[in-house]
């Protein structure tokens, strides 16, 4: 029995969790144009195969609100975050949605990249643990073994939460593993905690397993990272500038309505999916999702504050992922939001 539940647990996480080696050869997820003048052609590629947390982007595709701004979107898979945001850096894509602080990378190595609009200012990461082993503070985590996916966030940033919350890193382990491996090993108890997005993997894995996990939110202890975020070349932004303007408050609509019926967005987003998940497990996803989305009273939606950024690039320094740091609007712009 567990056998079989470790397999189709690996086999979920391998298609639907960032982290994955293997890229798979990507396919449109959608597209809108409706009779009469024609629209504008827009692709925005996601950073990952589809899942519960590009659901807002679907709504505002079937509800017709980018089509009601005259464009035809496009909505189409990728194969890694950093992987799509070189294409757009160098060009062969104009538009990404996906984690905010790969922009910063790209960035730091000279690619012509932007963040143009931010709908997290706090990736919802946590680490789990079954119900019988302790975990309601990073304290919880000396002498044990927590076992992250290769290249996955946590997995970049686990000494920066370490010194942030006064730990000793030689007193805990930190095994990077494929995500496959990573569900195996967690799953059966060879490790101890594991680090899971809540709005992908956790509903995975509580699903699978039938087991209600302890959760520890990094971003509650120090560790704020933004998340989920529009990213464009900056050349196709300064000659398409209207575009933006529209797609940007189009997907505001998509995020407002599913906000309000995260249940309506999942239902949306389960019919683009050729991957079919359990009902249950995308309400999950959707929803936490539509948690972790962030506002700025009297601001439109996807606002970027200096501040959030110049945090975020002290924990990518700290963490060796960029090097000089740069003025902030060299990695952002609020010009777009209406």
């Keep these: 029995m567990r056998s079989s539940l470790l397999a189709s647990l690996a086999l979920a996480l391998a298609l639907g969790t960032p982290g994955s080696s293997a890229p798979a050869e990507t396919q449109p997820a959608g597209g809108s144009q409706l009779a009469g003048q024609p629209k504008q052609h827009v692709v925005v590629r996601f950073t990952w195969k589809l899942k519960g947390e590009y659901a807002p982007l679907f709504v505002a595709l079937d509800k017709g609100y980018y089509a009601q701004e005259g464009l035809d979107v496009e909505l189409t898979e990728g194969s890694g975050a950093e992987t799509v945001v070189k294409m757009v850096g160098l060009g062969t894509d104009k538009i990404t949605y996906g984690p905010a602080i790969v922009g910063a990378e790209a960035v730091d190595k000279g690619l012509p990249v932007r963040v143009v609009a931010l709908y997290q200012t706090e990736v919802p990461i946590a680490v789990v643990s079954f119900p019988d082993v302790p975990l309601k503070s990073p304290k919880d985590l000396v002498g044990h073994t927590v076992g992250v996916s290769t290249g996955e966030t946590f997995a970049n940033f686990a000494e920066p939460f370490e010194r942030i919350n006064h730990l000793d890193p030689d007193k805990i382990k930190v095994v990077q593993m494929n995500s496959s491996a990573r569900a195996s090993q967690f799953i059966a108890r060879k490790i101890d905690f594991a680090s899971l ?20 939110k990094i971003s509650d202890f120090g560790l704020k990272l933004m998340g989920a975020a529009f990213l464009t070349n900056d050349d196709y932004a300064r000659t398409h500038a209207s575009t933006l303007e529209k797609l940007l408050q189009a997907t505001a609509r998509g995020y407002a309505d599913a906000k309000n019926d995260p249940r309506g967005a999942a239902a949306i987003m389960a019919r683009h999916m050729s991957l079919k998940i359990d009902g249950s497990v995308l309400d999950q996803q959707v929803k936490a999702t539509m948690d972790s989305l962030s506002t700025v009273p009297g601001k439109p939606l996807g606002w970027q504050s200096e501040q959030d950024w110049k945090s975020n690039l002290e924990l990518l320094k700290a963490a060796h992922m960029i090097g000089e740091i740069k003025e902030p609007d060299s990695y952002f712009t609020n010009a777009y939001l209406h």
């Design 197 to 216: 997005y809540l709005s992908n993997e956790l509903p995975l894995f509580e699903k699978q397993t039938g087991v209600k996990f302890n959760v520890l």
